[in-house]
């Protein structure tokens, strides 16, 4: 769901002049979805009456086919937090050999500078994403149909192609998979690590978004090499200031929650945040 959150960042931030008042309230979002573990809860697709549920049971059957199980389907409730309007569910699923998770979701970008910009055709009225991730020796290889869609940069330790919105499972499938044995041939010492079932695909998440989370409090929210992409030109000198404010607005209490590492145990609560 990282991705959603990249393509929500990048959309929000192309209107023509940012309010520089505003660079805290993106700032505080930005830190409110990358400074804790996010919570995952199992979901009834019913519940969902404007999601596409038609695209969820293809692709599940798709899928299926190629050799994919079905774990369960989830709601993001950091997600939906941070945007209620576009609250959706993943379809969650793993490949035969314990190497892949996969997650499906269609999102329906809302609010008023996305409306302005569906009608200039810039974002389609639907999302409808899928997402291979496999996780090699530290590093997350990730494919997923959202070109020119996540602006935003992944960290170093997530390595993420971007095929057409138009490529269907089967295509995605394909490249990512040829990406797994060209990654392996690379470094025969490496072992992909296991998403056989729920609760080792959550974890794989979890450490995904560790990784995520620290490199978007790394360079302050956001660069300026990536609003410069979001707004397609050099920045003015209004943009600069509010990118500066961004930068250096402080996280709640002083400092941003640290993702807990999903590998380590818990530390007991001293009553302190951490």
């Not at 020119?148 to 940069?153: H, K, M, P, S, V």
């Not at 090499?225 to 003015?236: S, T």
């Not at 000198?237 to 209490?253: D, K, V, Y």
Request: a neutral charge; hydrophobic letters at 40%.
């Amino acid at each position: 769901m990282g991705l959603w959150f990249m393509i929500a960042m990048a959309l929000g931030l192309r209107r023509a002049r940012p309010d520089v008042s505003a660079a805290r309230g993106v700032r505080a979002r930005i830190d409110a979805v990358y400074s804790q573990p996010h919570e995952f809860v199992k979901v009834d697709p019913a519940k969902y009456p404007e999601a596409d549920l038609r695209f969820y049971d293809r692709g599940r059957v798709e899928l299926e086919k190629l050799g994919y199980r079905f774990l369960a389907d989830v709601e993001d409730v950091t997600m939906t937090e941070a945007y209620p309007a576009s609250r959706t569910f993943m379809r969650l699923m793993s490949d035969s050999g314990g190497l892949v998770r996969a997650a499906l979701y269609h999102v329906q970008p809302r609010g008023m500078v996305i409306s302005i910009l569906q009608l200039v055709q810039v974002v389609p009225r639907h999302l409808r994403v899928i997402e291979l991730v496999t996780e090699i020796g530290g590093v997350f290889l990730a494919t997923a149909n959202t070109q020119n869609l996540d602006r935003l940069e992944p960290p170093p330790e997530v390595k993420t192609e971007r095929l057409p919105m138009g490529a269907g499972i089967a295509k995605v499938v394909e490249h990512h998979q040829a990406r797994i044995t060209e990654w392996l041939r690379s470094y025969p010492h490496q072992v992909p690590r296991s998403v056989v079932d729920y609760d080792e695909v959550m974890a794989s998440m979890a450490r995904s978004h560790l990784a995520m989370a620290k490199h978007r409090q790394s360079v302050g929210g956001l660069t300026r090499d990536e609003l410069e992409k979001l707004k397609g030109r050099p920045l003015n000198a209004f943009e600069i200031q509010f990118l500066n404010e961004l930068q250096t607005t402080p996280s709640p209490a002083g400092a941003a929650m640290k993702p807990r590492d999903p590998d380590k145990t818990p530390e007991p609560d001293d009553g302190t945040l951490n």
